[in-house]
Structures are given as structure tokens and as C-alpha cells.
């Protein structure tokens, strides 16, 4: 059979990434967090202090990101995050991270990647597109959660506003902006958990694969 690819986006704090992990698991399929290599680029400027606004250092940064070594501890951090978002409005940069990730996605096991454009422009012709979404209320909630778990604090009313900000400079860029594909299966998670959302997921894939195997 076909190497079965999934791609699944959705704006930062919706739980592509649990969600991501999970399918991959399920299905043994190779996974990529492709918000990893935006990251990866933007840890670099940083690191150097140069701007994120830097274009020619982006590109450089972005030609020598290595998928197979992303470090996710280093590259977790929210400010990381937030500068992502900044180097991820440069086209040539989105255009050399798009062509490993699309390289990724032609694994023979098959893959599943999550992010903000693979559904429309890194894998268009993926078996199974999925567009995962929650309130921003629900998704700051998650997320000041986490940081409590760890032990940290944080303002509610500043985590929503940063996820806000973010959803805004996703949803509002001119290349490749978030949005579902035409042909996504949207998945509201504001009411459900981790395992209602895996079940949910899994039916759609599911039915995909059922269909496949009757052609
Ligand atoms: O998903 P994550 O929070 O790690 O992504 C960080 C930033 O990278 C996003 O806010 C977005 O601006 C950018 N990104 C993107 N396209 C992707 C994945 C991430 O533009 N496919």
C-alpha cells in the first residue's frame, strides 16, 4: 500500500502536537513538528543577536537547519516561539524549510507533520488533512496549566494576549498564512481531551483508510 501521510495544522496551543504524537504512534508512522525548524532559525538569531527582521541571516540559519537534530528542550522556550513567528513572515526562508519538510513527508513508513501551512502548501496532496482548533480562552487556559504544572507562574490575561498576538501574525502574513485547506476535516478541541480528540482523529483516518483499500 501507499505510505500513508497526514498532515494536521492549527494555530499555536490547539494540540497538534499531542495530537501528532499520538497518530504517529497509533499508525507507526514518522512524525515531524515542522514549527521546529521556524524555531531552529529563530534560536539561531537570537544566539547570535542578530534581528529577527535579518533576512540574510535567516536564510543562512534556515539552509543549515537539520531535521533530524532538532533539540525540542532548547527550542521549547515561549520566547523562541514568539520569534518563530517573526522569521517564519520571510518567503526564502519558509521556501528552503518547506523543501526538507516535503523531503520528510516522502518517508517510506509514512508520516504525519503538524504546522501552520502543511494541509494548503507543504504536503497538498496528503491523504488526511486535519485542522485542529480551540478557543484562544481555552488555549491560554492550557497553557498557563502547563506552566503551573512545572511550577512556574504566569498572567492569564498576558498568555492570552501573546497567543492572540501570535494567531494574528499566523493568520495575517502574506506567504502561506494559517488557514484550513479546503479539503481539512476540522477538529474543535475546546471541549474535549487529549483522548477525546485522539478518538476523533483516528475515526477520520480511519474512514480514509477504509475507503483507500476498497479502490
Ligand atoms: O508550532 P510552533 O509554536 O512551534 O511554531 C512556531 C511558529 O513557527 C509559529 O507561530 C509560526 O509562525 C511558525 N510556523 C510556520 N509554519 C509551520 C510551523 C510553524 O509558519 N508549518
Not at 496551543?13 to 525548524?37: E, F, M, P
Not at 535567516?58 to 539552509?63: D, G, L, M, S, V
Request: hydrophobic share 45%; aromatic share 4%.
Amino acid at each position: 500500500a501507499r505510505p500513508l501521510l497526514i498532515a494536521i495544522d492549527g494555530p499555536a496551543g490547539a494540540g497538534k502536537g499531542t495530537l501528532a504524537r499520538r497518530l504517529a504512534d497509533y499508525y507507526h508512522l514518522a512524525q515531524l513538528d515542522t514549527g521546529l525548524s521556524y524555531r531552529a532559525v529563530a534560536h539561531k538569531l537570537i544566539e547570535k543577536g542578530w534581528p529577527l527582521d535579518d533576512a540574510g541571516h535567516a536564510i543562512e540559519a534556515a539552509r543549515l537547519v537539520d531535521l533530524g537534530h532538532l533539540d525540542r528542550t532548547v527550542l521549547s522556550a515561549h520566547a523562541v516561539g514568539e520569534a518563530a513567528s517573526k522569521v517564519a513572515v520571510i518567503p526564502e526562508v519558509r521556501r528552503i524549510l518547506v523543501g526538507k519538510q516535503r523531503a520528510f513527508s516522502r518517508k517510506p513508513e509514512g508520516a504525519v507533520l503538524d504546522g501552520r501551512d502543511i494541509g494548503t502548501v507543504v504536503c497538498p496532496d496528503a491523504d488526511v488533512k486535519l485542522y485542529v482548533t480551540a478557543s484562544a480562552q481555552v488555549r491560554a487556559r492550557r497553557r498557563l496549566n502547563e506552566i503551573e504544572e512545572k511550577g512556574g507562574h504566569a498572567e492569564f490575561s498576558e498568555i492570552l494576549a501573546d497567543i492572540q498576538r501570535r494567531d494574528e501574525r499566523d493568520m495575517g502574513r502574506a506567504d502561506s498564512p494559517l488557514r484550513p485547506a479546503a479539503d481539512a476535516h476540522l477538529l474543535d478541541t475546546s471541549e474535549m481531551d487529549i483522548e477525546a480528540a485522539f478518538l476523533a482523529a483516528k475515526a477520520v483516518v480511519d474512514d480514509v483508510l477504509a475507503k483507500r483499500s476498497k479502490v
